[in-house]
C-alpha cells in the first residue's frame, strides 16, 4: 500500500483535493460536515426551547401567585358582611327574612279525560 503524503505545496495550491485517494474520502466528508450542521442546528433549538421553558415557568409561578391573591380578595368581598355594607352604602336594605321557593307545576288539561255519554 502507498502511502500518500499530503505536502505543504499540494495543500496550499489544491492538487490534494484532484487525488484519487481524496476523492473516495469525499462522500463520507459530506455526510460528516452534514451531520455536524445537523447536530449544531439541533442543539441550538434544544437550547432555545429550553430558555423558552424557562421563561414560561417564571410567568406561570408570577400568574399563580397573582390568582391566590386576587382570589382572597374575591373571597373577602363576597362575604354576607361585606355585601351587606355595599348595599347599605347604595341605600338597599338587605332582607333578613328567610326565602321561600316558589314552585310552579303546570296542568296538563289535555289528559286522558273520560267523556261520559248518558
Known sequence: MKKTNIKAKSFIDGSFLVRK??????PLILIGVVLII???????NIEKTVREIDKLETEVSYLQKKH???KGVYQKLTQ???LEKAL??????VSKQEQKQVILIEKDEH???KRVRK
Open 21 to 26: 485517494g481524496f476523492l473516495a474520502w469525499l
Open 38 to 44: 445537523m447536530y449544531i442546528t439541533n442543539r441550538y
Open 68 to 70: 391566590s391573591g386576587q
Open 80 to 82: 354576607m358582611l361585606e
Open 88 to 93: 347599605k352604602d347604595r341605600g338597599i336594605k
Open 111 to 113: 289528559k286522558d279525560i
